[in-house]
Protein backbone atom coordinates (compact mmCIF):
# COMPACT_ATOMS: atom_id res chain seq x y z
CA UNK A 1 0.00 0.00 0.00
CA UNK A 2 2.77 2.55 0.92
CA UNK A 3 4.78 1.46 -2.55
CA UNK A 4 1.29 2.11 -4.32
CA UNK A 5 0.83 5.67 -2.70
CA UNK A 6 4.39 6.17 -3.66
CA UNK A 7 3.56 5.98 -6.69
CA UNK A 8 0.72 8.12 -7.36
CA UNK A 9 2.25 10.42 -4.81
CA UNK A 10 4.92 11.15 -7.34
CA UNK A 11 2.71 11.56 -10.46
CA UNK A 12 0.87 13.91 -9.04
CA UNK A 13 3.94 15.85 -8.04
CA UNK A 14 5.77 15.01 -10.87
CA UNK A 15 4.32 14.87 -14.00
CA UNK A 16 6.30 13.56 -16.44
CA UNK A 17 7.34 11.08 -13.98
CA UNK A 18 5.12 8.54 -15.85
CA UNK A 19 6.52 9.40 -19.50
CA UNK A 20 10.01 8.77 -18.00
CA UNK A 21 8.56 5.16 -16.57
CA UNK A 22 7.07 4.60 -20.06
CA UNK A 23 10.82 5.32 -21.62
CA UNK A 24 12.68 3.03 -19.44
CA UNK A 25 10.55 0.32 -20.38
CA UNK A 26 11.36 0.46 -24.30
CA UNK A 27 13.03 -1.82 -25.94
CA UNK A 28 16.04 -0.60 -28.19
CA UNK A 29 16.25 -2.27 -31.30
CA UNK A 30 19.64 -1.75 -32.80
CA UNK A 31 20.50 -2.26 -36.50
CA UNK A 32 23.78 -2.34 -38.35
CA UNK A 33 22.86 -1.25 -41.94
CA UNK A 34 24.70 -0.66 -45.43
CA UNK A 35 25.01 3.13 -46.11
CA UNK A 36 22.88 3.06 -49.42
CA UNK A 37 20.01 1.31 -46.88
CA UNK A 38 20.27 4.94 -44.90
CA UNK A 39 17.46 6.63 -46.08
CA UNK A 40 14.67 3.35 -46.46
CA UNK A 41 15.32 2.18 -43.90
CA UNK A 42 15.30 5.29 -41.59
CA UNK A 43 12.13 6.00 -42.83
CA UNK A 44 11.01 2.17 -42.16
CA UNK A 45 12.39 3.23 -39.04
CA UNK A 46 10.75 6.14 -38.40
CA UNK A 47 7.22 4.63 -39.34
CA UNK A 48 7.57 1.29 -37.52
CA UNK A 49 8.12 3.25 -34.30
CA UNK A 50 5.04 5.34 -34.88
CA UNK A 51 3.12 1.96 -34.97
CA UNK A 52 5.19 0.61 -32.13
CA UNK A 53 5.95 3.50 -29.29
CA UNK A 54 7.39 1.00 -27.01
CA UNK A 55 10.48 0.20 -29.52
CA UNK A 56 13.23 2.58 -30.23
CA UNK A 57 15.04 2.25 -33.24
CA UNK A 58 19.37 2.90 -33.20
CA UNK A 59 20.34 2.88 -37.07
CA UNK A 60 23.91 2.32 -37.26
CA UNK A 61 25.64 3.26 -40.94
CA UNK A 62 28.62 1.86 -42.46
CA UNK A 63 30.31 -0.07 -45.42
CA UNK A 64 28.70 -3.62 -45.37
CA UNK A 65 31.84 -5.51 -44.74
CA UNK A 66 32.44 -3.05 -41.79
CA UNK A 67 28.99 -3.67 -40.33
CA UNK A 68 30.11 -7.56 -40.14
CA UNK A 69 33.39 -6.75 -38.45
CA UNK A 70 31.56 -4.81 -35.94
CA UNK A 71 29.93 -7.92 -34.61
CA UNK A 72 32.81 -10.64 -35.60
CA UNK A 73 35.93 -8.47 -34.33
CA UNK A 74 34.75 -5.63 -32.13
CA UNK A 75 31.43 -7.79 -30.63
CA UNK A 76 29.33 -4.95 -30.49
CA UNK A 77 25.86 -5.68 -29.46
CA UNK A 78 23.29 -5.71 -32.30
CA UNK A 79 20.13 -6.91 -33.28
CA UNK A 80 19.94 -6.98 -37.24
CA UNK A 81 22.27 -6.73 -39.51
CA UNK A 82 21.15 -5.52 -43.07
CA UNK A 83 23.66 -5.91 -46.17
CA UNK A 84 24.30 -4.12 -49.80
CA UNK A 85 25.60 -8.11 -50.35
CA UNK A 86 23.94 -11.94 -49.39
CA UNK A 87 27.78 -12.56 -49.82
CA UNK A 88 28.86 -10.57 -46.63
CA UNK A 89 26.23 -12.40 -43.85
CA UNK A 90 26.61 -15.90 -45.66
CA UNK A 91 30.18 -15.93 -45.76
CA UNK A 92 30.88 -13.39 -42.48
CA UNK A 93 28.48 -14.34 -40.34
CA UNK A 94 26.97 -17.57 -40.96
CA UNK A 95 26.99 -19.85 -39.45
CA UNK A 96 28.92 -18.50 -36.09
CA UNK A 97 26.59 -15.33 -35.50
CA UNK A 98 23.91 -15.97 -37.31
CA UNK A 99 21.74 -18.97 -38.86
CA UNK A 100 19.47 -17.69 -41.87
CA UNK A 101 19.49 -14.83 -44.14
CA UNK A 102 16.77 -13.03 -46.18
CA UNK A 103 17.69 -11.45 -49.46
CA UNK A 104 15.17 -8.26 -49.90
CA UNK A 105 16.19 -5.70 -52.43
CA UNK A 106 18.06 -4.88 -55.35
CA UNK A 107 20.32 -2.25 -57.08
CA UNK A 108 22.05 -1.22 -60.24
CA UNK A 109 25.43 0.63 -60.95
CA UNK A 110 25.69 4.19 -62.71
CA UNK A 111 27.49 7.08 -62.88
CA UNK A 112 26.61 9.68 -61.02
CA UNK A 113 27.03 13.47 -61.86
CA UNK A 114 26.39 17.65 -61.34
CA UNK A 115 24.67 19.79 -64.28
CA UNK A 116 28.38 21.62 -63.07
CA UNK A 117 30.23 18.68 -63.92
CA UNK A 118 33.05 18.51 -66.19
CA UNK A 119 32.17 17.37 -69.54
CA UNK A 120 28.24 16.49 -67.83
CA UNK A 121 26.69 17.08 -71.36
CA UNK A 122 29.20 15.00 -73.25
CA UNK A 123 28.77 11.96 -71.30
CA UNK A 124 26.72 8.81 -72.07
CA UNK A 125 26.23 4.94 -71.90
CA UNK A 126 28.52 4.80 -74.75
CA UNK A 127 31.50 6.93 -73.99
CA UNK A 128 31.26 7.70 -69.74
CA UNK A 129 34.77 5.50 -69.50
CA UNK A 130 36.38 7.94 -71.81
CA UNK A 131 35.07 10.96 -69.84
CA UNK A 132 36.10 9.53 -66.33
CA UNK A 133 39.44 8.75 -67.87
CA UNK A 134 40.13 12.74 -69.18
CA UNK A 135 43.05 14.80 -67.10
CA UNK A 136 40.32 17.53 -66.24
CA UNK A 137 37.90 14.82 -64.61
CA UNK A 138 37.81 13.73 -61.06
CA UNK A 139 35.73 10.59 -60.17
CA UNK A 140 35.32 8.66 -56.45
CA UNK A 141 34.43 5.11 -55.65
CA UNK A 142 34.02 3.78 -52.35
CA UNK A 143 36.40 1.65 -51.05
CA UNK A 144 36.86 -2.57 -51.67
CA UNK A 145 37.69 -3.77 -48.61
CA UNK A 146 34.64 -1.76 -46.70
CA UNK A 147 32.02 -1.89 -48.76
CA UNK A 148 30.33 -3.99 -51.65
CA UNK A 149 29.97 -1.27 -53.69
CA UNK A 150 33.43 -0.74 -54.11
CA UNK A 151 34.26 -4.27 -55.03
CA UNK A 152 30.89 -3.87 -57.39
CA UNK A 153 32.57 -0.69 -58.95
CA UNK A 154 35.94 -2.74 -59.67
CA UNK A 155 33.29 -5.88 -61.13
CA UNK A 156 32.00 -3.08 -63.77
CA UNK A 157 35.29 -2.02 -64.87
CA UNK A 158 36.04 -5.47 -65.52
CA UNK A 159 32.98 -6.31 -67.20
CA UNK A 160 33.23 -2.42 -68.95
CA UNK A 161 36.77 -3.65 -70.22
CA UNK A 162 34.91 -7.08 -72.73
CA UNK A 163 31.88 -5.34 -73.30
CA UNK A 164 33.70 -2.38 -75.07
CA UNK A 165 36.47 -4.22 -76.17
CA UNK A 166 39.07 -2.08 -74.42
CA UNK A 167 41.73 -4.02 -73.10
CA UNK A 168 43.94 -2.45 -69.95
CA UNK A 169 40.66 -0.53 -69.41
CA UNK A 170 39.45 -1.97 -65.68
CA UNK A 171 43.62 -0.91 -64.56
CA UNK A 172 43.58 2.40 -65.74
CA UNK A 173 40.20 3.24 -64.19
CA UNK A 174 41.12 1.77 -60.66
CA UNK A 175 44.63 3.00 -60.63
CA UNK A 176 42.95 6.89 -61.06
CA UNK A 177 42.08 8.91 -58.51
CA UNK A 178 43.07 6.48 -55.47
CA UNK A 179 43.09 9.87 -53.42
CA UNK A 180 39.26 9.75 -53.36
CA UNK A 181 38.41 6.67 -52.60
CA UNK A 182 35.78 6.59 -49.36
CA UNK A 183 34.95 3.76 -46.87
CA UNK A 184 31.55 3.62 -48.01
CA UNK A 185 29.07 4.50 -51.31
CA UNK A 186 27.33 7.16 -49.25
CA UNK A 187 30.39 9.28 -48.28
CA UNK A 188 30.64 9.90 -51.62
CA UNK A 189 27.52 11.96 -51.83
CA UNK A 190 29.73 15.07 -49.90
CA UNK A 191 32.54 14.81 -52.30
CA UNK A 192 29.74 15.73 -55.40
CA UNK A 193 27.76 17.97 -53.48
CA UNK A 194 30.83 20.07 -52.94
CA UNK A 195 32.09 19.89 -56.42
CA UNK A 196 35.22 18.10 -55.15
CA UNK A 197 34.64 15.43 -57.52
CA UNK A 198 33.01 15.32 -60.82
CA UNK A 199 31.72 11.62 -61.44
CA UNK A 200 30.84 8.89 -59.36
CA UNK A 201 30.30 5.32 -59.28
CA UNK A 202 27.41 4.65 -57.54
CA UNK A 203 23.79 2.68 -56.89
CA UNK A 204 21.57 4.05 -58.74
CA UNK A 205 18.18 4.21 -55.55
CA UNK A 206 21.34 6.79 -53.83
CA UNK A 207 21.60 9.21 -56.70
CA UNK A 208 17.93 9.03 -57.09
CA UNK A 209 17.53 10.31 -53.27
CA UNK A 210 20.26 12.87 -53.37
CA UNK A 211 19.20 14.28 -56.81
CA UNK A 212 21.80 13.90 -58.88
CA UNK A 213 22.00 13.06 -62.59
CA UNK A 214 23.32 9.70 -63.78
CA UNK A 215 23.91 7.62 -66.71
CA UNK A 216 22.78 4.41 -66.54
CA UNK A 217 24.89 1.61 -68.10
CA UNK A 218 24.27 -1.57 -70.20
CA UNK A 219 22.78 -4.56 -67.43
CA UNK A 220 26.28 -6.54 -69.00
CA UNK A 221 27.73 -4.39 -66.51
CA UNK A 222 25.36 -2.48 -64.15
CA UNK A 223 24.95 -6.01 -62.30
CA UNK A 224 20.93 -5.87 -62.23
CA UNK A 225 20.06 -8.56 -64.05
CA UNK A 226 20.25 -12.48 -62.43
CA UNK A 227 19.54 -13.57 -66.04
CA UNK A 228 23.44 -12.22 -66.57
CA UNK A 229 25.15 -13.80 -63.89
CA UNK A 230 26.75 -16.14 -65.97
CA UNK A 231 28.58 -12.94 -67.19
CA UNK A 232 28.85 -10.96 -63.98
CA UNK A 233 30.39 -14.76 -62.47
CA UNK A 234 33.30 -14.05 -64.82
CA UNK A 235 34.98 -11.54 -63.07
CA UNK A 236 36.52 -11.62 -59.12
CA UNK A 237 38.56 -9.61 -56.74
CA UNK A 238 39.80 -10.26 -53.46
CA UNK A 239 38.74 -8.13 -50.70
CA UNK A 240 39.71 -8.18 -46.89
CA UNK A 241 38.30 -11.04 -44.86
CA UNK A 242 36.54 -11.95 -41.38
CA UNK A 243 40.09 -11.76 -40.01
CA UNK A 244 43.03 -8.58 -39.94
CA UNK A 245 45.66 -9.25 -42.72
CA UNK A 246 43.09 -12.08 -44.16
CA UNK A 247 41.95 -12.07 -47.59
CA UNK A 248 39.05 -13.54 -49.54
CA UNK A 249 37.73 -13.78 -52.88
CA UNK A 250 34.51 -12.70 -54.00
CA UNK A 251 32.85 -13.54 -57.53
CA UNK A 252 30.74 -11.12 -59.63
CA UNK A 253 26.82 -11.73 -58.89
CA UNK A 254 23.53 -9.34 -59.81
CA UNK A 255 23.29 -6.80 -56.75
CA UNK A 256 20.77 -8.62 -54.14
CA UNK A 257 20.76 -6.71 -50.31
CA UNK A 258 20.27 -8.87 -47.61
CA UNK A 259 19.11 -9.20 -43.64
CA UNK A 260 19.39 -11.31 -40.97
CA UNK A 261 18.88 -11.13 -36.81
CA UNK A 262 22.15 -12.41 -34.85
CA UNK A 263 21.50 -15.35 -32.68
CA UNK A 264 22.50 -13.41 -29.61
CA UNK A 265 20.29 -10.45 -30.73
CA UNK A 266 19.15 -8.54 -27.16
CA UNK A 267 16.08 -7.90 -28.55
CA UNK A 268 15.13 -10.98 -31.03
CA UNK A 269 10.89 -10.25 -30.83
CA UNK A 270 11.00 -6.93 -31.73
CA UNK A 271 14.00 -7.76 -34.15
CA UNK A 272 11.74 -10.68 -36.20
CA UNK A 273 8.94 -7.84 -35.76
CA UNK A 274 10.77 -5.07 -37.60
CA UNK A 275 12.08 -7.37 -40.35
CA UNK A 276 8.01 -8.55 -41.02
CA UNK A 277 7.00 -4.57 -41.33
CA UNK A 278 10.14 -4.03 -43.59
CA UNK A 279 9.05 -6.73 -45.59
CA UNK A 280 5.75 -5.84 -45.68
CA UNK A 281 3.88 -4.24 -48.97
CA UNK A 282 4.13 -0.93 -46.34
CA UNK A 283 8.07 -1.61 -46.27
CA UNK A 284 8.50 -2.22 -50.12
CA UNK A 285 6.43 0.90 -50.95
CA UNK A 286 9.15 3.26 -48.82
CA UNK A 287 12.14 0.97 -50.89
CA UNK A 288 10.08 1.80 -54.21
CA UNK A 289 9.86 5.45 -53.10
CA UNK A 290 13.30 5.69 -52.54
CA UNK A 291 14.24 4.50 -55.61
CA UNK A 292 15.32 0.86 -54.49
CA UNK A 293 13.13 -2.33 -55.56
CA UNK A 294 12.70 -4.91 -53.63
CA UNK A 295 13.75 -8.19 -54.97
CA UNK A 296 10.40 -10.52 -56.40
CA UNK A 297 10.85 -13.28 -55.20
CA UNK A 298 12.69 -12.86 -51.73
CA UNK A 299 15.34 -15.83 -51.56
CA UNK A 300 15.78 -17.12 -47.84
CA UNK A 301 18.59 -19.18 -46.84
CA UNK A 302 17.49 -21.85 -45.59
CA UNK A 303 13.76 -21.12 -45.12
CA UNK A 304 13.44 -23.67 -42.29
CA UNK A 305 15.53 -21.58 -40.00
CA UNK A 306 13.65 -18.52 -40.29
CA UNK A 307 11.12 -17.35 -37.51
CA UNK A 308 7.43 -18.28 -37.82
CA UNK A 309 6.39 -14.86 -38.33
CA UNK A 310 8.76 -14.47 -41.76
CA UNK A 311 7.79 -17.72 -42.87
CA UNK A 312 4.10 -16.04 -44.69
CA UNK A 313 6.65 -14.63 -47.09
CA UNK A 314 7.54 -17.82 -48.08
CA UNK A 315 4.67 -20.09 -47.93
CA UNK A 316 5.36 -21.93 -51.56
CA UNK A 317 8.93 -22.72 -50.73
CA UNK A 318 7.90 -23.93 -47.31
CA UNK A 319 5.11 -26.36 -48.91
CA UNK A 320 7.74 -27.69 -51.06
Same mark, same amino acid.
Not at 19 to 35: N, R
Not at 153 to 164: C, D, H, Q, R, S
Given at each position: ???LL #???T??L???NY?????????K?L? &???A !??LS?P?????QE????NP????????? !???????KV????N??D???? #?D???I?E?L??????? #???????E?V?AY??K???????? #?DN??????K??VI?S??DPDS?P?G??T???F???E??? !??PG?A????S??????R?K???L??LL???? &??Y??Q????A?Q?G??F?E?????????P?K?? &?????S??VAG?????K?K?T?D???Y?????????????A?S??DF?L????SA?F????Q?P?????A???????P???????????N
Amino acid at each position: MKVLL #SVITAVLLFPNYSQSQSAMKQKELI &IFHA !GSLSVPIKQIAQEYEKRNPDTKIFLESS !GSLVCARKVTELKNPCDIIAS #SDYFVINELLIPDYASW #SIRFATNEIVIAYQEKSKHSKEIN #SDNWMDILMKKDVIYSRSDPDSDPCGYRTVFTFMLAEKFY !GKPGLASALISKNKEYIRPKEVDLVALLESNA &IDYMVQYKSVAIQHGFKFIELPKEINLSDPSKVG &IYSTVSTEVAGDKPGAKMKVTGDYINYSLTILDNAPQKEAAVSFIDFLLSPEGSAIFKKNGQEPLVPLIAEPVMKLPPQLLKYFSRAVQN
